[in-house]
């Protein structure tokens, strides 16, 4: 019975070890490869995390440098592969530039950098750089910073440093500011206004039918029997107008939900209203002998 309970204690003891410990970020078989085209400059250095670079690089026209490693857990010694890898490139004179490290599936990586064809984030820079290989990782696994050492770039493949906008002429006499192209900017032309004739032309065909109307109502006048409408058709046209200045008011200042309350309530007056007007006026024809 005490074996047993002791195996189990110690197999308690092992699965507890085993969850506790987290592992980390490592590397294995790490190279940096150096060629140049005409051979005299081919070198090959064997990295062993955390020793850097023996020397600096420094890189010549035409040259090549290859870092290859193969990223692995610490704890298991399995190749992984990392969700971040990327190469620093630190410049102690200006912005830092980050490349990314392109890994395979197995843990295999490697980032070539060609002198030929250098990468366009490092052309506007001082050209000399310290290394910093940078891994990580999303689960439990601690990461990885891995400074290499020193690398040149030579100065040929390199651009002219962009000025930035506060900064301070070069030399004497250099303008901080330069004339720009001047801007022209065409303004639409003004409408064209109608002539006084064409004007007056419609001025007049749009009050003829007035006229019309006018002289016709000269001749109606005389025949016309004006009578005085009921106090209904009054409250009518009362109510008419209180619905007209609730929608001036409303344009003015109100909400729509302001609104509709009260023109809800005023059109069934309106209604209510004017039904009654209209049966008043029609009791008065009716009486007067007009058809029904």
Do not use: C
Request: charged share 15%; no cysteine; aromatic share 8%.
């Amino acid at each position: 019975m005490l074996p047993s309970i002791r195996r189990l204690a110690l197999l308690g003891l092992v699965a507890a070890s085993s969850v506790v410990a987290k592992g980390a970020i490592g590397i294995k078989q790490a190279k940096v490869a150096v060629t140049s085209p005409n051979g005299l400059s081919d070198a090959t250095y064997n990295l062993k995390e955390p020793t850097p670079l023996p020397t600096p690089i420094a890189l010549s026209e035409g040259s090549t440098f290859k870092l290859s490693f193969s990223v692995i857990d610490t704890v298991t010694g399995e190749g992984i592969y990392p969700q971040q890898a990327h190469l620093l490139f630190e410049d102690p004179k200006g912005d830092d530039v980050t490349l990314p490290v392109t890994v395979k599936s197995n843990g295999k990586a490697q980032i070539t950098i060609n002198t030929a064809k250098p990468h366009p984030a490092l052309l506007q820079s001082h050209g000399s750089f310290h290394l910093t290989l940078l891994l990580s990782s999303l689960d439990s696994l601690d990461p990885l910073s891995y400074p290499l050492g020193e690398l040149s770039l030579p100065p040929s493949t390199l651009k002219p440093l962009p000025r930035k906008r506060h900064d301070l002429p070069p030399k004497q006499g250099d303008p901080a500011f330069q004339a720009q192209q001047e801007i022209f900017h065409t303004f639409k032309e003004d409408p064209k206004t109608v002539g006084w004739t064409l004007s007056i032309i419609g001025t007049v065909i749009t009050l003829a039918p007035w006229t019309i109307l006018l002289g016709l109502l000269g001749k109606l006048t005389p025949s016309l029997n004006f009578q005085t409408p009921p106090t209904s058709s009054y409250v009518f046209l009362l109510v008419l107008g209180a619905l007209e200045a609730l929608i001036f008011v409303y344009w003015l200042r109100l909400k729509l939900y302001h609104l509709l309350p009260a023109f809800l309530g005023l059109s069934v007056i309106a209604t209510w209203t004017g039904i009654i007007a209209l049966r008043e006026l029609r009791a008065r024809r009716l009486k007067a002998g007009g058809a029904p």
